[in-house]
């Protein structure tokens, strides 16, 4: 007991350390890119905290198998360049109890993943899709100030705002100058406000009681119209259906269902925790290979089958939305496949072990 808290303790201590380093590389990476959308005006500013909060709790299922791999991994490698896992191999710590150890571990790990991954996560990113539509809909006013030129559709369009109000939707006194082929568009209106079809999610500017001009430059024949209310288009969007992304649907909702979508994501959630069980225990297993004196080496290796197992997932959950295979095989095999492995290497191990204690039993008389 007291050794298995002491691994317990050891593999929690690097496993801290790993989530640490994983999530501040992706949070740095993932603000610089809403500050880029911010600066550009794609989204407002006071949004960026929140779908940065967002998006990193819905990206954190794809970080914990990874971390506790790593962990076991570092763990057992500082294990064994201290000698303490040969003193532990000598003392009748087998392999098999050293699984044992890792594995509740990983199992009571597993529990916290599959929550996070079927109930956080899909509450995250529908907040996230929440968020892009109110950024997507105060992207109209989100670089638009009190006397300054606003362009729209690569400068087809200059909006000048000589009053703005204080909840940014009301603009008074407005200039609008729209280019159309040879011909230009000036209006100048008391009060306006954008507006957004949400059908066809095209934006416009709603213009009240103001005139209209439109002509060529240096040439006298301009058309002048009053109006009451008059629709300019900015942006013409596309007609999408209202239907929501498969990562923010929650798994009760995907349970029964037949598309392939829905089975592709629900396979895909299992994965994080079938992965959290696995990887650690062929964490284990390959610091019993022997790499010389390099002891990272089997880090460098634990990275490089980490990564060809999540490839595989990530290509049989693509297969699977596409209908490429049956939803029977879908993403288990890639599962089956690393567990047959770590069959294999335990039974080389335990094998080899065998071997080694009858040699030792034989050299003993010998030696009498």
């Known amino acids: 007991m007291i050794l298995e808290r002491y691994i317990h303790r050891e593999v929690l201590e690097k496993l801290m350390w790993i989530l640490g380093l994983l999530v501040l590389i992706l949070t740095s990476h993932r603000f610089v890119d809403f500050l880029a959308d911010a600066a550009a005006g794609r989204i407002p500013g006071d949004l960026i905290l929140s779908m940065l909060l967002m998006k990193m709790l819905s990206l954190f299922p794809r970080l914990l198998p990874a971390a506790v791999f790593l962990a076991v991994i570092l763990a057992w490698t500082r294990l064994a360049g201290d000698k303490e896992l040969l003193i532990m191999t000598g003392a009748g710590v087998s392999v098999t109890q050293q699984l044992l150890y890792v594995f509740k571990f990983a199992f009571t790990f597993a529990i916290f993943v599959f929550f ?6 899909p509450w995250a990113e529908n907040r996230v899709e929440q968020l892009k539509l109110r950024a997507r809909q105060e992207s109209d006013i989100a670089g638009l100030s009190s006397g300054r030129f606003k ?11 000589q009053e703005l109000s204080a909840d940014r ?5 407005v200039f609008l100058q729209v280019r159309e082929a040879s011909r230009f568009g000036v209006l100048s209106s008391d009060s306006a406000r954008f507006h957004r079809d949400q059908a066809t999610d095209s934006r416009y500017v709603l213009f009240e009681n ?3 001009y439109l002509g060529k430059p240096g040439q006298a024949d301009y058309q002048i119209t009053d109006y009451r209310a008059y629709a300019v288009l900015l942006d013409q969007g596309k007609i999408t259906a209202d239907k929501r992304q498969p990562e923010s649907i929650p798994s009760f909702e995907l349970f029964g269902s037949n598309e392939p979508e829905h089975i592709a994501e629900l396979q895909w959630r299992a994965s994080f925790v079938i992965a959290t069980l696995l990887l650690p225990l062929f964490a284990v297993l390959l610091n019993k290979f022997s790499f010389g004196d390099n002891a990272y080496v089997s880090l460098m290796a634990g990275i490089l089958v980490y990564f060809v197992y999540s490839n595989l997932i990530s290509i ?4 699977l939305r596409r209908e490429d295979i049956p939803a029977f095989i879908g993403i288990w095999w890639a599962h089956l496949l690393l567990a047959l492995i770590i069959a294999a290497v335990y039974w080389l191990q335990i094998r080899a072990h065998r071997r080694s204690k009858r040699d030792r039993q034989q050299l003993l008389p010998a030696q009498r």
């Open 169 to 173: 939707q009301q603009m008074q006194k």
């Open 210 to 212: 103001g005139h209209r």
């Open 151 to 161: 362009e729209f559709s690569s400068g087809g369009r200059v909006v000048y705002v």
């Open 116 to 121: 996070v991954s079927n109930f956080v996560s």
């Open 316 to 319: 049989s959950k693509t297969l």
